[in-house]
């Protein structure tokens, strides 16, 4: 039984279109987090986002936006895609505002 | 600027020998560090944690040391066995915020049969 899951797994788009990854925890954690692995790996936190308040790091575009439905879900919609914006993506969870412990398994966003 | 830093892109090890996973900052105001493996195509798992008020912290056969003054942690792997294969990610933060770590390159271990 998946505890993050994320989808989709892949995602191919050209630049300018507008695409959204879901994301989903089954563990009851209060805090959801986006990061993106870069080129050369270094994983980069995005967003957080707990109890209704969203953390953005400040380098993030503001083409990136975390929605959140509920507790449970943080899906990222991204705007008007980018070559630059081609990498892995990962979604985390987070009992209170602790370190992520939880991450799914990826989406490998690519775009041309 | 890196503020975490794993030097070693990659590391051979043979079955029941020790690994040694090397991580080093920067920031001297990071006062807790966790270890993350990952296998291919799988998010990262966390294995282990250590706060600065401690300079060892053992689960199991994963053992992560804390060296303040040098700015530099390891994780020690004894026996290492082959279903440890993978990345494994140091990550550093001040406070123990998931909002504030930060994340080294990874290190590649391979256990060799």
């Known amino acids: 039984d998946t505890a993050v899951s994320q989808t989709p797994k892949y995602l191919v788009t050209q630049m300018g279109n507008d695409k959204s990854i879901k994301c989903e925890q089954n563990l009851g954690h209060d805090t959801m987090y986006w990061y993106k692995q870069d080129s050369k790996k270094f994983l980069k936190i995005m967003f957080s986002y707990n109890n209704k308040e969203l953390i953005i790091n400040e380098t993030v575009p503001n083409r990136f936006s975390p929605k959140s439905p509920d507790k449970a879900h943080l899906n990222l919609h991204i705007n008007s895609l980018e070559l630059g914006d081609s990498a892995v993506y990962f979604c985390?969870?987070?009992?209170?505002?602790?370190?992520?412990?939880?991450f799914g398994n990826g989406t490998r966003l690519t775009v041309t | 600027d890196q503020q975490v830093k794993q030097n070693s892109p990659s590391l051979s090890v043979q079955e029941g020998r020790i690994s040694i996973l090397n991580c080093d900052y920067t920031?001297?105001?990071?006062?807790?560090f966790l270890w993350y493996k990952k296998y291919p195509a799988e998010g990262p798992t966390f294995l282990i944690s250590?706060?600065?008020?401690?300079d060892k912290n053992e689960d199991g056969r994963f053992t992560v040391f804390l060296n303040k003054s040098a700015k530099h942690l390891s994780l020690h792997i004894v026996p290492s066995q082959p279903g440890d294969s993978a990345v494994y990610f140091c990550a550093a933060s001040v406070g123990n915020y998931g909002q504030n770590f930060v994340f080294g390159p990874g290190t590649r271990l391979s256990v060799l049969p």
């Open positions: 985390a969870s987070s009992q209170a505002l602790g370190p992520p412990l939880h």
């Open positions: 920031n001297s105001m990071f006062d807790y």
């Open positions: 250590i706060s600065s008020i401690k």
